[in-house]
């Protein structure tokens, strides 16, 4: 068997899809309220920190895809104030990421991105920025599934989509999408 380079990230892709579905649908529970109320967190609400999340998605993106748009996808800094439109650019955002990513072959994990960060313009190799972003990614999720154990919602699992033997709770999900455990498992 040969090993395949972008077979993890791929996965990641997905991971990062399904979490978002996953974590967008308890969102969408949410009262327009509950959204904003002041949370502890790095962002102080629901609503400031899962629009961070799209922000920043955006910006690694537009940069790995040879764009310019750099710091200026922060000028709005929630561009979503309801949650059915921020979980619907989420996820269009999620799916042009994982196209992005299953048109990578070896040299483009290992291709130069340019990071247009307003005076300056960083370079980096891809999967870096990938690596970068899907931790990003996890790590604001975390602050989310936090500031919902503050809720009257119970937080949603995150974490059961990369392994086998996750198979039989990440199903609804999956049907979701219109995605096999193959699509998942075996990414081509």
């Not at 996808?73 to 990421?97: I, N, R």
């Not at 049907?175 to 498992?185: H, N, P, R, S």
């Amino acid at each position: 068997m040969t090993y395949d380079s972008t077979r993890i990230f791929k996965k990641l892709a997905r991971n990062n899809r399904l979490a978002n579905l996953r974590l967008h649908h308890a969102c969408l529970q949410l009262t327009a309220d509950e959204l904003v109320a002041p949370r502890t967190s790095f962002f102080p609400t629901i609503r400031k920190t899962l629009n961070h999340i799209y922000l920043v998605d955006l910006f690694y993106l537009d940069a790995m895809k040879g764009g310019s748009l750099g710091h200026s996808v922060f000028g709005e800094p929630e561009p979503y104030s309801d949650m059915a439109s921020l979980a619907e650019a989420q996820a269009a955002l999620d799916m042009d990421l994982i196209a992005f990513v299953d048109g990578l072959d070896a040299d483009g994990l290992a291709a130069t991105v340019q990071v247009h960060r307003g005076g300056r313009v960083q370079q980096d190799r891809c999967d870096d920025i990938l690596s970068h972003l899907f931790q990003h990614q996890t790590h604001h999720r975390g602050q989310l599934h936090a500031m919902l154990s503050g809720t009257r919602l119970k937080p949603p699992q995150l974490d059961e989509f990369i392994v086998g033997d996750d198979a039989p709770v990440r199903k609804t999900e999956l049907q979701a999408l219109g995605w096999t455990e193959t699509d998942l498992m075996f990414p081509v």
